[in-house]
């Protein structure tokens, strides 16, 4: 199997249960009948949601997040990819969203065209 696949199929399962909420969190799995306590077993958020899995303050959590996001900016970063916009898209998820980013002032017209062309040679 092709190695860029085995990174597809686990992504489109977490995205699927995190965007429909059937994601495993407390107030899941209390409604479950899995659990009877619907807090977030790292920071002791009561009633955690699917919402509060990308947010969670927890230190540990958010080093997992760090990681991830790390093994994220280093795929983009091989070929295939701007350079520019793998940073712009790293720390636009770094801010979780809440920080705006000129792409077209950072990126411009020749960094787009020059992605649209290193895509469709990818093909």
Same mark, same amino acid.
Request: charged share 20%; proline share 7%.
């Given at each position: 199997?092709?190695?860029?696949?085995?990174?597809i199929?686990?992504?489109?399962?977490? &995205?699927?249960?995190q965007?429909?909420?059937?994601?495993?969190?407390?107030?899941?799995?209390? %409604?479950?009948?899995?659990?009877?306590?619907?807090?977030?077993?790292?920071?002791?958020?009561?009633?955690? #949601?699917?919402?509060? &899995? *990308?947010?969670?303050p927890?230190p540990g #959590?958010? #080093? &997992?997040f760090?990681? %991830?996001?790390?093994? *994220?900016?280093?795929?983009? %970063?091989?070929p295939?990819?701007?350079p520019? &916009?793998?940073?712009?898209?790293?720390?636009?998820? *770094?801010?979780?969203?809440?920080?705006?980013?000129?792409?077209?002032?950072?990126?411009?017209?020749?960094?787009?065209?020059r992605?649209?062309?290193?895509?469709?040679?990818?093909?």
């Amino acid at each position: 199997m092709n190695s860029n696949l085995n990174h597809i199929q686990p992504f489109q399962t977490w &995205l699927a249960r995190q965007t429909s909420t059937f994601c495993a969190t407390g107030l899941n799995m209390v %409604r479950w009948f899995i659990s009877d306590m619907s807090e977030c077993p790292n920071c002791g958020a009561p009633d955690e #949601r699917a919402s509060h &899995l *990308l947010h969670c303050p927890d230190p540990g #959590r958010f #080093r &997992l997040f760090q990681d %991830r996001l790390q093994e *994220l900016g280093n795929w983009m %970063r091989k070929p295939h990819t701007d350079p520019i &916009l793998a940073d712009i898209l790293e720390q636009y998820i *770094l801010h979780h969203g809440k920080k705006t980013l000129p792409v077209s002032a950072t990126l411009g017209q020749p960094g787009a065209d020059r992605q649209d062309l290193e895509g469709m040679q990818a093909d």
